[in-house]
RNA sequence: GCGCCCGUAGCUCAACUGGAUAGAGCAACGGCCUUCUAAGCCGUAGGUUACAGGUUCGACUCCUGUCGGGCGUACCA
């Protein structure tokens, strides 16, 4: 509907002899207020300058050479200072209903990124510890944006990008060592700054169930090291499979240095005067790029610092082909996004090309306190821990139900509670009601032909299909903007519209045609329902 | 100090990216189950959108400043 009218409305301004430059973008949206319609437009509010005119004219005039197909919309008001105000027509709700009956589970899917290939990276935790509610929130907002991006028509890789070969890792093979001679009676003690976590001993465990003690006089760490590499992505793909995640591949930082394409990527910035030596370390300009310092790339002890293989990482991103890169991290690393741009720039690719989503932190909330966490002092709150508590759907849905730029408190008394306080339960048991119903109806009757589906003149029902039919719309701005609660609180919106329908209108018991529209009615709003809840990885229960 | 983000009802958050009378949930108060799931519905109350200026037809949204909170600001990742 936004685009036709976006479209009636263009075909109108040409009567203005502007130019195209001087149009401005045509806005559609839909008022806060019912009486003012059910779509809205303030093109003649914005056309006031360039026209030099005041908007009431401006707006009869677009209203006068209106074209529209009175299928589709009812009425054209002017209102307030020059808003042009659109009614739709029944027969438009009654087309578009039939179209999600028709459309099941596609219903919501759109073109406009058809054709587009992109990689999304997220998660991207080093195999130092288990996935932290931290980790999380990444992991269930890169997933949903993927499918959000996935259901606009891009075709989505989810990449996972981690590194094995720093301090970290030192630090962490260090500590399993040390636990693995403990294990076995041994005085050993953690490094400074080890790991503490008890999967340490997990891991130290399983390396004696394997080799007995013939690792006790092993000096280096690699064993050690491998091997809780090994078991930590095991344990955090299998994390990440309990909340319906699946990645399409890991790149290893390591890459980048095999492949040569951080010399290139230092010899290609030298070239350009972009990189310097100093202090035995090379250095980017990045004040070339607006930043107060220059930059270390590599350190004087010859190890690149992360920003040079980002850079190249990015590089090789855009290498394999892909429209668009999509990064998902939290705020604590949104200082190197500037200078992984530069430096992708520098080497000649489109800045435009790689994009980001920025979330802020995670608080979690327990007994009403804030719950402070690090994962090297072992005192935090696994991912599998809290899906262990709440279930993956209400753990999904926390970590969305806010944007993303702004801090997340989780409440875990909240996210427990049955029903009442829980916001899942309230989309989930709309859903759940609606097929409990259809079962009924199926029982006790069988239709021979096509819904009327012109009996649904109640208000909550034009109200409920209107809210329906916006659905792919939402999406769409969804997927641009990378903000998954908004389709959270649409459909949430939606529930709320099925349940004010649910009591008044009844179902069963009526004449049978009207028995059967509101069948339809409410089969499609499960629909709807069903699949946004499938964007968001969150189940659609038929029974609670 | 500097940079980024945030400040909206008692609490947790929305507000379609500058639109018309700022909305939900929880908490509080009142009402609704012999008919499709009361995990629900209806109603009442709750606001100087931190503060002060500015931009314009119009500001929670943009700009400047102040105050308060978070995160950065390493030759750590």
């Keep these: 509907m936004k685009s036709y009218l ?65 299928r589709k919309v009812a009425a054209v008001e002017i209102a307030g200072p020059g808003f042009i105000n659109f009614r739709y027509a029944e027969n438009y709700l009654f087309d578009e209903l039939q179209a999600v009956l028709d459309q099941e589970q596609d219903f919501g899917k759109t073109t406009s990124l058809d054709g587009q290939r992109i990689l999304l990276e997220f998660v991207s935790a080093n195999p130092t510890g288990p996935l932290t509610v931290g980790h999380g929130r990444n992991a269930v907002l890169g997933d949903t944006v993927a499918r959000l991006l996935e259901w606009t028509g891009a075709e989505v890789d989810r990449e996972y990008y981690f590194n094995n070969a720093g301090r970290q890792m030192r630090k962490l093979g260090q500590s399993v060592r040390t636990r693995y001679l403990q294990e076995l009676g041994q005085e050993a003690e953690l490094p400074e700054d080890g790991y503490e976590g008890e999967y340490i001993r997990d891991i130290a465990q399983a390396l004696v169930e394997e080799h007995g003690d013939k690792l006790v006089d092993e000096e280096g760490i690699t064993v050690f090291k491998e091997k809780a590499e090994s078991m930590i992505f095991e344990d955090i793909q299998a994390t990440l499979q309990r909340m319906n995640i699946k990645m399409d591949s890991f790149f290893n930082e390591q890459e980048v240095y095999d492949d040569g394409s951080i010399e ?85 690719y489109d800045p435009d090309k790689v994009d980001v989503v920025v979330y802020q932190f995670v608080t979690i909330v327990k007994e009403g306190k804030p719950f402070k966490m690090s994962t090297r002092k072992a005192n935090f709150i696994t991912l599998d821990e809290l899906m262990d508590e709440v279930g993956s759907d209400i753990t999904r849905f926390f970590f969305l139900m806010r944007s993303p730029n702004t801090h997340l408190e989780f409440d875990i008394a909240e996210a427990q509670a049955e029903g009442e306080k829980n916001p899942v339960f309230y989309l989930q048991y709309a859903h759940a009601r ?32 209107k809210t329906m039919i916006r659905f792919p719309e939402m999406i769409q701005s969804a997927a641009e903007s990378r903000e998954p609660h908004r389709l959270i609180n649409y459909l949430e919106d939606l529930a709320s519209d099925f349940t004010s329908f649910y009591h008044d209108c009844r179902i069963l018991g009526e004449d049978e045609g009207l028995v059967q529209a509101r069948t339809a009615l409410a089969k499609a709003v499960a629909q709807v329902l069903a699949n946004g809840l499938g964007i968001l990885g969150i189940s659609a229960p038929e029974q609670m």
Excluded: M
């Excluded at 850079?311 to 394999?320: G, S, T």
């Excluded at 082909?321 to 530069?342: E, K, M, R």
């Excluded at 069988?446 to 009996?455: A, R």
């Design 434 to 465: 609606i097929h409990s119903i259809l079962r009924k109806v199926e029982d006790e009757y069988s239709f021979e032909n096509d819904p009327n589906l012109g009996l649904l003149s109640h208000e909550s029902e034009s109200k409920l299909i």
């Design 264 to 348: 290139k990527a230092v010899e290609a910035f030298r070239e350009k005067d972009l990189a310097y030596d100093k202090d035995g370390a090379t250095w980017f300009r990045t004040t070339n790029f607006g930043k107060d310092k220059d930059t270390v790339l590599i350190k004087s002890t010859g190890e690149p610092t992360y920003r040079l293989p980002d850079i190249a990482y990015h590089a090789n991103k855009l290498d394999r082909g892909y429209d668009q890169c999509i990064d998902v991290f939290g705020a604590d690393h949104i200082d190197t996004y500037p200078d992984v741009l530069s430096g992708i720039q520098a080497l000649g």
């Design 6 to 70: 976006r479209q009636i409305i263009r075909q109108s301004l040409t009567q203005f002899d502007l130019s195209e430059d001087d149009i401005p973008e045509i806005q559609i949206e839909k008022p806060n207020q019912p009486e003012h319609g059910d779509s809205a437009s303030n093109i003649a509010l914005n056309l006031a300058g360039v026209l030099k005119d005041n908007p009431r004219n401006i707006a009869e005039q677009i209203v006068e050479n209106l074209n529209y197909d009175e």
